[in-house]
T-cell receptor, first 115, second 110 residues
Framework: DAGVIQSPRHEVTEMGQEVTLRCKPI?????LFWYRQTMMRGLELLIY????????DSGMPEDRFSAKMPNASFSTLKIQPSEPRDSAVYFC?????????????FGAGTRLSVL | GNSVTQMEGPVTLSEEAFLTINCTYT??????LFWYVQYPGEGLQLLLK?????DKGSNKGFEATYRKETTSFHLEKGSVQVSDSAVYFC?????????FGAGTTVTVRA
């Protein structure tokens, strides 16, 4: 398996623009997680899905952030409008069904810079 | 709430030195414990895990023991290599949510 695939790897945009980050989880995994990594706050869980349904979005910083999972093989994290303080590395992770260790497998991340 | 506190870095070692990174946790319920490693420009990779008290996780020469009495999960390696240079994260999992420590940057010099 190719692992969790995220795109783009790098994104540079200007303040106020819409940004969409994409994630393809490992096939057969039914949990999907979005994290944000910054120097100040470390790794933070933003939201996670189970069977394409959002379960916990308490980590989403504000209404400018939204996430969707239209099917088992694709998820997006959208920021609209983007702000400089959103600059971070965003990771997607997926996890197999309950009872198989629930280990989370991470993608390589998207480095977002908002100018 | 759930939280993880790990030793602040950066840590700089010579090749073949002994490495210890301390990690303690606070959790409600019975967490699983993990060490993840992040190499430059990459995502996090699971290094080892332990799911219950007194379990020892091990991988690539690294070890950590789940100590419930001291709420700790310290990472150790007896002889580090240059290729072990990375950022190491201690984490706990309750239900399906991972809580990470701040990360410890380790640099191994030849």
């Amino acid at each position: 398996d190719a692992g969790v695939i995220q795109s783009p790897r790098h994104e540079v945009t200007e303040m106020g623009q819409e940004v969409t980050l994409r994630c393809k989880p490992i096939s057969g995994h039914d949990y999907l997680f979005w994290y944000r990594q910054t120097m100040m706050r470390g790794l933070e869980l933003l939201i996670y899905f189970n069977n394409n349904v959002p379960i916990d979005d308490s980590g989403m910083p504000e209404d400018r952030f939204s996430a969707k999972m239209p099917n088992a093989s694709f998820s997006t994290l959208k920021i609209q409008p983007s702000e400089p303080r959103d600059s971070a590395v965003y990771f997607c992770a997926s996890s197999p069904p309950t009872g198989t260790g629930n280990i989370q497998y991470f993608g390589a991340g998207t480095r977002l810079s908002v100018l | 709430g759930n939280s993880v506190t790990q030793m602040e870095g950066p840590v700089t070692l010579s090749e073949e030195a002994f490495l210890t990174i301390n990690c303690t946790y606070t959790a409600t319920g019975y967490p699983s414990l993990f060490w993840y490693v992040q190499y430059p420009g990459e995502g996090l990779q699971l290094l080892l895990k332990a799911t219950k008290a007194d379990d020892k996780g091990s991988n690539k020469g690294f070890e950590a023991t789940y100590r419930k009495e001291t709420t700790s999960f310290h990472l150790e390696k007896g002889s580090v290599q240059v290729s072990d240079s990375a950022v190491y994260f201690c984490a706990l999992k309750v239900d399906y949510k991972l809580s990470f420590g701040a990360g410890t940057t380790v640099t191994v010099r030849a």
